[in-house]
C-alpha cells in the first residue's frame, strides 16, 4: 500500500488524478492547491501527513508542499470549528478598525486569536489582506463568504447567525 493510499480514500486519489490531468506530465506539481483543498475536503485539515502523501503523489519535496500549505489561510494545518472566521488585519484594515473587529469577537466568543470555541463552533483567526480594503475591516467566513463594513453590531449579527446556523 502507498503513502497516498494510506492517508487517502480511493475517491480522493481519483479526484488528484483529475487535476493532475489539467497540466502537461512534467508539470503535475502545478495540482498542489487543488490536492491541498481537496485533502482538507476530505478531512477537514492538512495534516502532515497528508502534506507528505501530495508530495510524494505529485513527485516534489515535501518542504515544498508545506511551504504552500503555510503560505495561504485557506489551508487549515490542524482541526478547526464549524465555521473559520479570518479578520483581516493589514494595514488598512487596521486604520479602518479591524485590530478592534478581531478584538471584539475575541471577546464576544470567549476566545484568543487562533483558538475555537468550546463548542466547536467557530475557529478565530487574523487574516492578510483580503482584497477589499476598501470595505474594511472584512472577515472572511469558511473561506468563502466575505463580509464587509464590520461594525461590533455587524460582528454581533454575524455570531448569531451563525450559532442559529448551527442548530
Known amino acids: 500500500m502507498s503513502t497516498q493510499q494510506a ?4 475517491a480522493t486519489l481519483a479526484r488528484f488524478d483529475r487535476e493532475v490531468a489539467k497540466y502537461p506530465s512534467d508539470q503535475k ?10 485533502a482538507q475536503q476530505e478531512q477537514g485539515h492538512v495534516s502532515e501527513d497528508a502534506e507528505r502523501a501530495i508530495a510524494a503523489y505529485l513527485g516534489m519535496p515535501a518542504i515544498a508542499v508545506h511551504e504552500v500549505t503555510t503560505f495561504y ?4 494545518q490542524a482541526p478547526v470549528g464549524r465555521f473559520k ?22 471577546q464576544r466568543l470567549g476566545v484568543e486569536e487562533g483558538g475555537t470555541t468550546a463548542d466547536g ?4 483567526q487574523k487574516s492578510e489582506c483580503l ?6 475591516p472584512v472577515l472572511l467566513v469558511n473561506d468563502r463568504q466575505m463580509c464587509s ?18 442548530r
Open 149 to 166: 463594513f464590520m461594525t461590533n453590531e455587524r460582528l454581533d449579527a454575524l455570531v448569531d447567525l451563525l450559532a442559529s446556523q448551527a
Open 121 to 124: 463552533l467557530v475557529t478565530l
Open 7 to 10: 492517508v487517502f480514500s480511493a
Open 73 to 76: 489561510n485557506m489551508y487549515n
Open 131 to 136: 482584497g477589499a480594503c476598501a470595505d474594511a
Open 85 to 106: 472566521i479570518n479578520v483581516c488585519t493589514n494595514l488598512p484594515c487596521q486604520l479602518r478598525d479591524g485590530e478592534k473587529a478581531l478584538a471584539h469577537l475575541c
Open 29 to 38: 506539481q502545478s495540482a498542489v492547491m487543488a490536492c491541498l483543498a481537496i
